[in-house]
């Protein structure tokens, strides 16, 4: 069974530039969540793709989008970047069929804006 | 509002000695699920136990246990027999509804350090 994937790892960018986030779910997941933690706080929600539609949005500006594929997978894009981007960026899938709704996380993009 | 409030910024505890970390929450919906996550160093969260609304009794994983107060709203996690590899950012997050909709937050985490 793969696990949740991201990429890049790490990444540098400069105030006002865009950046792309990948994240592939995993194996038989369906819905992929984005969450941003910054450096000593608890991760806080972005947004929530489920078919290939957003269902869920925490309280961020609409700079930051994002996509599912018809594979699951996802993209976090974030568009004229602030310093306060800077920030470990966290996928997490999950089954629809799982009631819990237990979060199966990847170990994270960190990115640091200049 | 905070829905979820971790009052413990740092917990430190003997190895091989029980812990207890602490969490509240505030919901009004009545179906909603509470989880607890380990963060390490590495940055990649861990499931560790999940108590449903509606579970009578607590939950238990190996050294983990929830202790559930649902009319107090308090889901604090136990940990025993203490180990070094413990020694992580520890999240309580909150699944509010079922279906498709639902979203999960989290506390501000409480980071514990094991002492030899």
């Known amino acids: 069974e793969t696990g949740v994937t991201q990429s890049p790892t790490h990444l540098i960018k400069t105030r006002g530039q865009q950046v792309t986030l990948r994240c592939s779910s995993q194996?038989?997941?369906?819905?992929v969540s984005w969450y941003q933690q910054a450096l000593g706080q608890g991760p806080q929600f972005i947004f929530q793709?489920?078919?290939?539609?957003?269902?869920g949005r925490g309280n961020f500006p609409p700079r930051f989008s994002g996509l599912q594929f018809p594979n699951y997978s996802s993209e976090l894009n974030v568009n004229a970047l602030e310093l306060d981007d800077s920030a470990l960026y966290l996928c997490?899938?999950?089954?629809?069929?799982?009631?819990?709704?237990?979060?199966?996380f990847g170990e994270g993009s960190r990115l640091t804006v200049l | 509002a905070q829905k979820i409030t971790q009052t413990q910024p740092g917990m430190f505890v003997q190895e091989k000695e029980a812990v207890t970390l602490d969490c509240t929450y505030d919901?009004?919906?009545?179906?909603?699920?509470l989880f607890w996550y380990k963060q390490p160093s590495s940055g990649e969260m861990i499931f560790l136990i999940y108590q449903g609304s509606y579970d009578q009794q607590n939950a238990t994983e190996g050294r983990y246990s929830l202790n559930f107060q649902k009319a107090r709203k308090s889901a604090n996690l136990v940990i025993s027999a203490s180990q070094l590899g413990d020694s992580a950012m520890y999240f309580c997050?909150?699944?509010?509804?079922?279906?498709?909709?639902?979203?999960?937050?989290f506390g501000a985490g409480t980071r514990l350090f094991v002492k030899a």
């Open positions: 997050a909150m699944r509010e509804g079922m279906g498709g909709g639902f979203k999960t937050i």
């Open positions: 919901t009004s919906d009545p179906s909603y699920g």
């Open positions: 997490a899938s999950r089954s629809m069929a799982d009631n819990t709704g237990e979060l199966f």
């Open positions: 194996s038989g997941h369906n819905t």
């Open positions: 793709y489920y078919r290939e539609e957003e269902n």
